[in-house]
Structures are given as structure tokens and as C-alpha cells.
């Protein structure tokens, strides 16, 4: 069974015009509206096969979960394979690509922005990563994260209901070489960390430049890194990468949400603005042996990031698994990393995890039953 897609006239999200500035005028921020607004964050998708096309057990309740959100984002860990894409850059079980139905599929999961911005991004080579942007631009997706060129891939996207939300998306570490984006040359918003375990400078003001833009005009701005500067210890989040998620917040971003290492890490807030340092996968369709990786890399969480006239009210967190041997034994891969809601000990191992993680961090979070909460003040 194949899920329909939705319809093209989602193509309603438009490019961000340039802020006018003017000598002795100083910019204002957009007046921020009374709407409730709610972020839906999810783990990242390494959906080479689209779940949607073989529904089982668990879906509906994932759709359903994530659908609750307004906003719903994921970073689409595949390039999207076309007649325009190029020939594979990786030979092994790290090459991933999904298919315009992979776009179809997360349509219906309900997400409606997307992070283009990843070490995979560039599997395809430099024509996939345009012809990726471009799929999904013609799907309807916000988008960030990749461009034509340098300034194009750092600009923010934007999604303009129930209120403009704009997302910048750029990526750490793994970034091969030929896959960023240049003054002149299509690849991805890459952000360099120095020796000194600082970001380069001309990379970090650039983004952050980004982020002071897009908050003139948006009412709610995400920032989203893929981070693969993991160190001895993909785990803990490094004083840096602390730092970094910082200063994006104190630049404008009102949600600031990190992939790359394939696990949760804690969250923190940064004048009520909520740093999701690690959200692990959403989907996870791995071709590595089975033990290949620890098993909290199959455990992750959908977070509901709550707003009115632009301030955080509070977030809710559900957890989720996904299975690591397949659900078929004669399609392991096709049928592995599916995710489906934690239940009973599993949710409590995970929300207790991500409880301990964020408490380290200064973040208490309260377990109810199967989902965790915080309520601002």
C-alpha cells in the first residue's frame, strides 16, 4: 500500500526577500502575533525505503503523533535520486539515497520543513545535491541548508503558516571534499571547527549573520546543526558544541536542534530558548552488521515545542525505538530502523536517559506516564 501524496499546491513557501537597511534606521524585529504555535522535532530521516509504502505495526500511531505538531521538522539524511541526480560518491554500506516517493512518504508523516545539511548530502555528488534541493522545493518542503552556491545555501528557509518560521541549516564535520557549497559552486552550508575547537570564524559569523536576518522578519526561527565533530565519545555533548548552540540562540534562534551523533543528548535552555543538542534518528535504514553501534542509537524521541506570540510556553517529549534487526527476515534492511512509540520500561529507560542527560545540563524534566515535560517559567 502506497500512501497518496499530498497535493502540489503546497508549494506556497517563498524565498526570504533581503532586509532593506538604511543609514540612521534600525531594524526592528516583526511584531509577533498571538497564535499558538507548535514545533514539532523529530530525529533524522535515513529513509532509503519509505516506510510508508509497507504500512505495519506502529506506524499510524508515529503519523499521528507527529501530526500534532504545526511546524514539523527532520533533517532528510538521503539525497533524493533522480534522472538529474549523479553517480554515487561512496561504494560502501555508508552510501544512502532515497526517491521522490521517500518525499512523498514524509508528506505524510506530516513534516513540512526540511534540513538539507548533512554528511550524506553530497552521495550523489554536486548534481545530487541540486537535484535533491530541487525535489524538494517542488514537493513543497521549507528547505535549508544546500544552494547553487555559498550565500544561497546559508540563507534561512521559510515556512509561512500558522506564523513565519524561518530554519538555517549547516553542517560539521564528515563534509568530503567537493560537497560545500563555495562563492560559486552548488554543496552544502558547512561550518568548519578549528584546531582550537572553535569555529572558524568567516563560517561562524556567516551563520550567525543568517540567524540575525531571519529574525527580522520571522516569528520563530530554528537553527539546526548536523554536528560530526564527535570527538572520543559521541555521547557527550563537547563544551563547544555547547557554546556554538549559544551563541545561535543569543543571535535570534528560538529553537536550536543538533543530529549527527545517532543518539539523544541532553537539552538546555539559553533565555528560555531550548538547545536540543541530540535527537538521534527517526528512521534509521543502517546497512551495518547488527551490534554495529550501541543500542541507545536505536532509541530517540519526537519533541512538541510549544508557543504563544513567540514565547516558549514549554515542550513535550514522546519517546521512540526502532528496531534494529528487520521486521522481516528476508528484507532486513527495507524492514530495519522502523520507528514505532517506546512503551513501558522502554519509554521509562529513555525518558529517564534523556532526564539525566538534561538535568546535567540544567534542565528538569518531568516523567508522566510515558512522556516527559518541562513548562517554562
Not at 77 to 94: K, L, M, N
Not at 111 to 123: E, G, K, P, Q
Not at 161 to 173: C, E, Q, Y
Request: overall charge negative; some cysteine.
Amino acid at each position: 500500500m502506497r500512501f497518496s501524496p499530498p497535493r502540489r499546491q503546497l508549494l506556497k513557501y517563498l524565498l526570504a526577500a533581503p532586509a532593506l537597511t538604511l543609514p540612521g534606521f534600525t531594524l526592528v524585529q516583526g511584531a509577533a502575533s498571538d497564535t499558538s504555535v507548535r514545533v514539532t522535532l523529530a530525529g533524522q530521516a535515513l529513509m532509503k525505503y519509505p516506510v510508508c509504502q509497507a504500512p505495519y505495526e506502529g506506524l499510524q500511531a508515529v503519523i499521528s503523533e507527529l501530526r500534532r505538531g504545526d511546524v514539523i521538522f527532520t533533517n532528510l539524511e538521503v539525497p533524493i535520486q533522480s534522472a538529474a541526480s549523479g553517480t554515487p560518491t561512496r561504494d560502501t554500506e555508508f552510501f544512502h539515497a532515497g526517491s521522490e516517493i521517500t518525499l512523498d512518504c514524509l508528506h505524510e508523516m506530516g513534516f513540512n520543513i526540511l534540513a538539507l545539511s548533512n554528511n550524506h548530502a553530497w552521495d550523489l555528488g554536486t548534481s545530487g545535491i541540486v537535484a535533491t534541493r530541487d525535489a524538494v522545493e517542488q514537493s513543497g518542503f521549507a528547505h535549508a541548508g544546500t544552494g547553487h552556491n555559498l550565500q544561497e545555501a546559508t540563507a534561512a528557509g521559510y515556512l509561512d503558516k500558522p506564523v513565519k518560521t524561518a530554519l538555517i541549516s549547516m553542517a560539521m564535520g564528515s563534509i568530503r571534499e567537493g560537497a560545500a557549497a563555495t562563492a560559486d559552486s552548488p554543496g552544502v552550508n558547512e561550518i568548519v571547527l578549528g584546531p582550537d575547537l572553535v569555529p572558524r570564524a568567516e563560517d561562524l559569523q556567516r551563520n550567525l549573520a543568517a540567524i540575525r536576518q531571519a529574525k527580522l522578519s520571522a516569528e520563530i526561527v530554528i537553527v539546526y546543526l548536523h554536528n560530526h565533530e564527535w570527538g572520543d565519545d559521541f555521547a557527550i555533548t563537547k563544551p563547544w558544541a555547547r557554546e556554538f548552540a549559544r551563541q545561535c540562540a543569543d543571535a535570534g534562534a528560538d529553537i536550536f536542534v543538533s543530529h549527527g551523533a545517532p543518539l539523544l543528548h541532553g537539552i538546555e535552555l539559553r533565555d528560555n530558548k531550548p538547545l536540543f543538542h541530540g535527537l538521534g534518528s527517526l528512521v534509521f535504514h543502517s546497512h551495518t552488521d547488527v551490534g554495529y553501534y550501541v543500542p541507545e542509537v536505536w532509541e530517540s524521541a519526537i519533541v512538541h515545542v510549544d508557543f504563544v506570540a513567540g514565547q516558549l510556553q514549554g515542550f513535550e517529549i514522546v519517546p521512540v525505538m526502532m528496531n534494529e534487526v528487520g521486521d522481516d527476515p528476508d528484507q532486513q534492511w527495507p524492514t530495519r530502523g522502523r520507528p514505532r512509540l517506546a512503551k513501558g520500561e522502554s519509554a521509562q529507560r529513555i525518558l529517564t536517559r534523556l532526564q539525566q542527560k538534561s538535568a546535567e545540563l540544567g534542565v528538569h524534566l518531568r516523567i508522566e506516564g510515558e512522556r516527559a515535560f518541562f513548562a517554562a517559567a
